[in-house]
């Protein structure tokens, strides 16, 4: 079981990252832009494993003891799944207390079970399912 090492996010570590996780439609430059707006919110991390980058992610608060989270995970974290559930479980109870939350949301891709197996594992609790179109406009 490889060791997971987590740095502060920083957007140019991200220089020679290929994003292959299940989101298709979103590319390495996609997550870079998404990551680099998330990290002004909040506590936001790289995970490496073996000096390759296999994920981004973190937690921000939103109003009073509410906060969110969010993760992209590439395939490659399927073969280290021990470490890195232990990781996020780790660092979301610590960013929890830093922050204070005591109620934490995370969004989900509707068609990842993969992803809705491990927000179970991690406590999370799905109230509703939210159909949305999702509308776009190039202004």
Request: glycine share 10%; with cysteine.
């Amino acid at each position: 079981m490889n060791k997971i090492n987590l740095v502060a996010f920083d957007k140019s570590l991200l220089k020679d990252f290929v994003y292959n996780g299940i989101e298709k439609d979103l590319c390495g430059e996609d997550i870079k832009e998404i990551a680099g707006y998330y990290s002004t919110l909040g506590y936001s991390f790289i995970g490496y494993i073996d000096d390759k980058v296999i994920g981004v992610g973190g937690v921000y608060p939103l109003w009073g003891q509410w906060g969110s989270c969010w993760l992209f995970l590439n395939k490659e974290a399927r073969d280290h799944k021990v470490s890195v559930f232990k990781t996020i479980v780790e660092k979301m109870n610590e960013l929890i207390k830093a922050y204070n939350i005591e109620i934490l949301t995370v969004q989900c891709i509707d068609e990842s079970m993969e992803a809705h197996r491990l927000l179970g594992h991690l406590g999370f609790i799905k109230s509703r399912e939210v159909r949305m179109a999702l509308y776009g406009r190039k202004i």
